[in-house]
T-cell receptor
Framework: SQQGEEDPQALSIQEGENATMNCSYKTSINNLQWYRQNSGRGLVHLIL?????REKHSGRLRVTLDTSKKSSSLLITASRAADTASYFC?????????????FGTGTRLTVIP | KAGVTQTPRYLIKTRGQQVTLSCSPISGHRSVSWYQQTPGQGLQFLFEYFSETQRNKGNFPGRFSGRQFSNSRSEMNVSTLELGDSALYLC?????????????FGEGSRLTVL
């Protein structure tokens, strides 16, 4: 399976703390993306990092990518209760002309007010 | 601009029946992908359509099929339903492109098979 794995599976923190989630994948990639899902809802795209990039920022989000280790991390700074959700990494392969992502297993984040 | 719309949002079927789910992509998006989400298997890619052609397919049995219409709207069909088909089915659309960029997801259709 090309599905990635994330750890931890679940994370519980206090509001204002930082949350770090890690993702490992198996194959070569074109890019890696992070998505957020509120319970039972659709996924919302957070950030995309290309294989030739090492770090990217977007607001309170910071993503790193280490292609040699086939791993990525998502850091959410100064967390808020509204950040409570599941977070998934997803990898896009090098195949041209196809739009399919391989999703990780997800991290369930709970931010306690 | 309206987002991705999936209908129906919830449905209940019995084993052996078939079901059709619909997805209207964001205006201008020509690629539509379908994903199945279950607690046990997570998010799995079903197939992707672009300009009415299936461009890529995941590892699912032939009971799962789909199509795309000239207006980019897509449907997926599951025949001879099994209990294990109970899942959240998510549709995503994107602009045409060579390599996978950002996908825009609908809210999903939650299928329960009894």
């Amino acid at each position: 399976s090309q599905q990635g794995e994330e750890d931890p599976q679940a994370l519980s923190i206090q509001e204002g703390e930082n949350a770090t989630m890690n993702c490992s994948y198996k194959t070569s990639i074109n890019n890696l993306q992070w998505y957020r899902q509120n319970s039972g809802r659709g996924l919302v795209h957070l950030i995309l990092i290309r294989s030739n990039e090492r770090e990217k920022h977007s607001g309170r989000l910071r993503v790193t990518l280490d292609t040699s280790k086939k791993s990525s991390s998502l850091l959410i700074t100064a967390s808020r209760a509204a950040d409570t959700a599941s977070y998934f990494c997803a990898t896009a392969g090098d195949q041209t002309g196809a739009n399919n992502l391989f999703f990780g297993t997800g991290t369930r984040l709970t931010v306690i007010p | 601009k309206a987002g991705v719309t999936q209908t129906p949002r919830y449905l209940i079927k019995t084993r052996g029946q078939q079901v059709t789910l619909s997805c209207s992509p964001i205006s201008g998006h020509r690629s539509v992908s379908w994903y199945q989400q279950t607690p046990g298997q997570g998010l799995q890619f079903l197939f992707e359509y672009f300009s009415e052609t299936q461009r890529n397919k995941g590892n699912f049995p032939g009971r799962f099929s789909g199509r795309q219409f000239s207006n980019s709207r897509s449907e997926m069909n599951v025949s001879t339903l099994e209990l294990g088909d109970s899942a959240l089915y998510l549709c995503a659309s994107s602009l045409a492109g060579g390599k996978t960029g950002e996908l825009f997801f609908g809210e999903g259709s939650r299928l329960t098979v009894l």
